[in-house]
């Protein structure tokens, strides 16, 4: 004797069209905004922030690059954005910095561990020996990875400055599109 299977659907219950975001939420971003602004110690503030876009019904894709990039001029505009004031971003301009010298030969020799580093990670990464008998070995998708720990980040800023690697945020570097 088996029973039937049963519907389990909900009836009545017809889809809304998103609501304007929070009031509340917004006026807390806005307020952690000011305190990041007004203090040093940032870390635990950028945590709350993120919870509170979420709330005010922000996107994921908005939200990352502010919080992870701790951008406050991008965090302007999001707070614009929520209140309906604001289209476009600023664009943001990096200060510029000094790169010391570097020898030639400390170039040259930290761009080889560069290369050694990817290669070997490439291998490990495609390799069909390791978590369990069914791994694929599948082509590796990444692109930049963090340098070897052997030289100075100077050293990794230069080379990209001179556009032997390219930089692509947080201390990971790759090899420049050919």
Known sequence: MSKGKR???????????????????????????????????????????????????????????????????????????????????????APEIELPEVPSETKRAAMKAFRRRLKLMRLDHESKLGVGPMTSGKKADFDSILPPRDFEDDVWKVLAAEGQLTSTGRGFYGLPKD
């Open 7 to 93: 519907s389990h659907k909900k009836h009545g219950h017809a889809k809304h069209s998103p609501a304007a975001p929070p009031e509340a939420a917004v006026a807390e971003v806005e307020r952690i905004a000011a305190e990041l602004a007004s203090t040093d110690t940032q870390g635990p503030l950028w945590g709350q922030l993120h919870k509170q876009l979420v709330k005010a019904g922000v996107s994921p894709k908005e939200i990352m690059p502010v919080v992870m990039g701790r951008d406050l001029n991008g965090l302007t505009h999001l707070i614009a954005q929520l209140k309906g004031e604001e289209s476009t971003p600023e664009p943001c301009t």
